[in-house]
C-alpha cells in the first residue's frame, strides 16, 4: 500500500459520503445497521464475548460475511462505532485482501483512533467510521449552534448517538479554530487530536502520546480522584497553551476535562480564542531574536491582539 495517510482518510470519507447516499441516509442519527443493509448479502451483527483487547471482529464465512462485536463495549456509542469500523472493511478497497490473507477472522484492535500505531486498514477503517457516524455535512450546522468546547463535543454526541471520544474527534476535526481534545489515563496522554488551525504548526502536530497532562491542569487534578472520574464529574479551567504543547506561544487556552465514567479516562477539550498564524509566529520570534528596536517597543506590554498587527518588517 503506497497511498498516505491524507490520500486514504479521503477515500474513507469519500466511501463513507457515498455509502450513506446509497443507503439513502441524509440526516443523524446514522443506523449501523441500515448500513449493512445495502452491502447486498446477510449480515448478522451478534454481541459476544472477545478477548480483552477486541472490541469487534469480522468473520468470513464462504462469500458471506458476520460482524461481531463484545459485550463489553462501554456504552452503546463504542458499540456503534465499532459496528461501523468492520462495515469499513467490507466497503474500503484492499481491505478484505489484507484481513483474510491468512485465516478467515479479523480481530479489530481495541484502542479508537490514535491511541498506537495501528496498520494501514485499521486506520482508514477507524476514518470511515467517524464519517459514517457523524457526517461531516450533517455535523456542520450542529457545530455552528453548539458555540465551543465540551458544549460542542455533547451537541455532536447527543445528536449522532456517539461515544464522547468520537463526538471529540470530529469536533477537533472539524472546528474551524483552534481546538484540542485529548484522551487521558491517570494523567497520561493516550491520544490526543488538534484541529487544522493547530496543525498549522509545528508544535500542534505532536501527537502528545505518553506525555502527563500539565500540574496545574484540571485533567491531571481531575486524575488523582478516581471517584471523580467514575462519577463523570466536569472541571474547567483557565491555562497556557504552552504548557500543553512544547513551543507554542503564551497563550491562555480555556480547559475542560470529564471523567469518562466506567471508562476510566479523562477527556479534555481545549479552546484558544485566537492564536496566531506560522507567519505571525516566525515573525514575532524574529523579533524578540533582535530586541527592541527602541525604547517604544521595549515599553510595550505583551498582547495576544498584537498578533493580528504584526506585520513582516
Ligand atoms: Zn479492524
Redesign the pocket.
Known amino acids: 500500500m503506497t497511498l498516505t495517510r491524507e490520500a486514504l482518510d479521503r477515500a474513507a470519507r469519500q466511501k463513507a459520503r457515498e455509502v450513506l447516499a446509497d443507503a439513502g441516509i441524509a440526516n443523524g442519527p446514522v443506523s449501523p445497521f441500515k448500513v449493512a443493509a445495502t452491502v447486498g448479502f446477510p449480515l448478522p451483527i451478534d454481541d459476544v464475548t472477545m478477548p480483552p483487547a477486541a472490541f ?3 468473520y468470513k464465512e464462504g462469500n458471506s460475511f458476520r460482524i461481531l462485536v463484545s459485550n463489553t463495549c462501554p456504552n452503546e456509542g463504542f458499540r456503534r462505532f465499532t459496528i461501523c ?2 462495515l ?2 467490507l466497503f474500503l478497497d484492499g ?1 478484505l485482501d489484507e ?1 483474510f490473507e491468512s485465516g478467515d477472522r ?4 481495541a484502542g479508537q483512533f490514535r491511541g498506537q500505531r495501528k496498520p494501514w ?2 486506520t482508514q ?1 477507524d476514518t470511515f467510521a467517524a464519517e459514517l457516524l457523524v457526517p461531516t455535512a450533517f455535523a456542520d450546522p450542529v457545530l455552528r449552534a453548539a458555540g465551543h468546547g465540551l458544549a460542542a463535543v455533547r451537541a455532536i454526541e447527543a445528536k449522532f448517538e456517539t461515544s464522547l471520544s468520537c463526538a471529540a474527534v470530529r469536533y477537533a476535526e472539524l472546528a474551524g479554530d483552534s481546538v484540542a481534545v485529548i484522551l487521558s489515563r491517570n494523567g497520561t496522554v493516550e491520544w490526543a487530536c488538534a484541529s487544522g488551525q493547530m496543525r498549522e504548526h509545528w508544535w500542534g502536530k505532536r501527537g502528545l502520546k505518553g506525555e502527563n497532562a500539565p500540574r496545574g491542569s484540571v485533567t491531571a487534578y481531575l486524575a488523582r480522584d478516581s471517584k471523580a472520574v467514575a462519577a463523570g464529574a466536569e472541571r474547567s479551567t483557565e491555562g497556557w497553551l504552552n504548557d500543553w504543547f512544547d513551543g507554542a506561544p503564551v497563550i491562555s487556552v480555556e480547559e475542560e476535562a470529564l471523567g469518562l465514567g466506567s471508562y476510566d479516562r479523562v477527556l479534555t477539550v481545549l479552546h484558544c480564542g485566537s492564536i496566531p498564524t506560522p507567519d505571525q509566529e516566525r515573525i514575532r520570534q524574529d523579533r524578540d531574536r533582535r530586541g527592541p528596536t527602541d525604547w517604544r517597543e521595549a515599553m510595550r506590554p505583551y498582547s495576544l491582539d498584537r498578533y493580528e498587527d504584526l506585520v513582516d518588517d
Do not use: I
Open positions: 469487534g471482529a469480522l469500523h468492520e469499513g472493511h481491505h484481513l479479523h480481530f479489530s484492535e486498514f485499521e477503517a
